[in-house]
């Protein structure tokens, strides 16, 4: 199966990530009724908890909030009046909004697929967006909703998209499905809990979108995949957790998750790829390393277990510095940023690494056509 076609949406709205921590530690002081810090108290907090700007640039969003202090005319966050912001109901309605747009938009600048997979874990609306755009299609387009997985949610959906493929004699022929990715983790903000561990998370995660097919045809330009694989960690189920809440979804994120992940790379990796028939020695020598950057730390485990070159990663920190962690969205951006770069030539071996709740470990191999 190939991977192919990629085509992102850049959100319009853009901050640095000085801006960022900014609006939050305003947003943070003017939500708290009853307090005992400034918002010069929770500024620093955020930086000193926070991703830095070293770490992270700058963060791209979907919502217009961000760009101004003015609450009473905020859309999702009028905390002078409402401190958690606005109830989940109104901040899906602001999603599905908004992702309609976003599959009117790709959809007005590609053909259809035969199937369509939906992946997001910070929107669910029935109907969705995607069966909204496959309804009005030249063809029937069977829609598949991939939710709820967290920043590995491209391996989930990888995998069902080659069943799709492969299970001509049950599901009829297929020539292509199309994989899209709408995450607007700004939504998911509560500004009267200005605890440390919500303060990290809100000092990493941004908003992304993002198209892209496999097919089993050879592309002139994409990647083959030659192997997709994942595990649970046994033992570390409460280290993540994402939940619905009453204003927005709620992240529990464990500083340990950076440890808990390199300890068990190297193990996972070598079973991953010896019982596939390859040799970890042999391709860690020439391969890039796309690992999603949930934060710094991840990627230096993955560097330091696997003993890997600086410049393996280097694809990894770049997105992280320029567009912050996208969930879902974030690892279909670096393979789309891997495969436009000239410095990587064809026949490069890609592993790729993502992490989320359970805690689960993904991991593929592919290589650049």
Same mark, same amino acid.
């Not at 030249?138 to 590995?152: A, F, L």
């Not at 280097?314 to 951006?333: D, E, F, I």
């Given at each position: ?25 305003? %947003?943070?002081? &003017? ?5 005992? #810090? @400034? ?6 907090? /955020?930086?000193? $908890? ?46 599905? %909004?908004?992702? &309609? ?5 790709? #959809? @007005? ?6 199937? /369509?997979?939906? $992946? ?250």
């Amino acid at each position: 199966m190939y991977l192919q076609n990629f085509h992102s949406i850049l959100p319009p709205y853009l901050r640095t990530q000085s801006e960022c921590l900014q609006w939050l530690s305003a %947003a943070h002081k &003017t939500a708290q009724e009853q307090q005992d #810090y @400034s918002q010069e108290d929770y500024l620093k907090m /955020l930086n000193r $908890v926070g991703c830095s700007e070293a770490q992270i640039e700058k963060r791209y969003f979907f919502i217009p909030d961000v760009e101004h202090q003015d609450w009473e005319q905020q859309k999702i966050y009028p905390v002078n009046t409402q401190r958690h912001g606005v109830s989940m109901h109104h901040r899906h309605e602001f999603y599905h %909004a908004t992702v &309609t747009k976003l599959f009117d938009r790709i #959809y @007005s600048e590609r053909e259809f697929p035969d199937d /369509l997979i939906h $992946v997001s874990c910070t929107g669910y609306v029935s109907p969705s967006a995607a069966q909204m755009a496959a309804v009005r299609a030249p063809k029937p387009v069977t829609v598949t909703h991939s939710y709820h997985m967290g920043c590995y949610g491209a391996f989930p959906a990888l995998r069902m998209a080659s069943g799709f493929l492969a299970n001509e004699n049950i599901l009829g022929r297929k020539k292509s499905v199309d994989l899209v990715h709408t995450e607007l983790c700004s939504l998911h903000l509560n500004p009267q809990d200005p605890s440390l561990e919500q303060m990290v998370i809100q000092s990493l995660f941004a908003d992304g979108c993002i198209a892209y097919s496999m097919s089993s045809q050879v592309p002139e330009k994409g990647f083959k995949i030659h192997s997709l694989y994942e595990e649970l960690i046994p033992d570390t189920v409460g280290a993540m957790e994402w939940m619905v809440s009453d204003w927005g979804m709620k992240m529990t994120l464990s500083k340990d998750v950076p440890m808990m992940v390199g300890k068990k790379i190297r193990d996972f990796t070598t079973r991953w790829l010896s019982s596939r028939g390859y040799d970890l020695a042999d391709i860690a020598d020439r391969a890039i390393f796309a690992v999603h950057p949930g934060g710094p730390k991840i990627i230096d485990q993955v560097v330091e277990q696997l003993r890997l070159k600086p410049e393996q990663v280097n694809a990894s920190r770049a997105l992280l510095r320029s567009r912050g962690n996208m969930s879902s969205a974030t690892l279909p951006h670096l393979w789309e940023k891997i495969l436009n770069d000239p410095e990587v030539p064809s026949g490069t071996p890609i592993v790729s690494y993502a992490f989320g709740p359970g805690l689960t470990v993904c991991g593929s191999l592919m290589e650049k056509l």
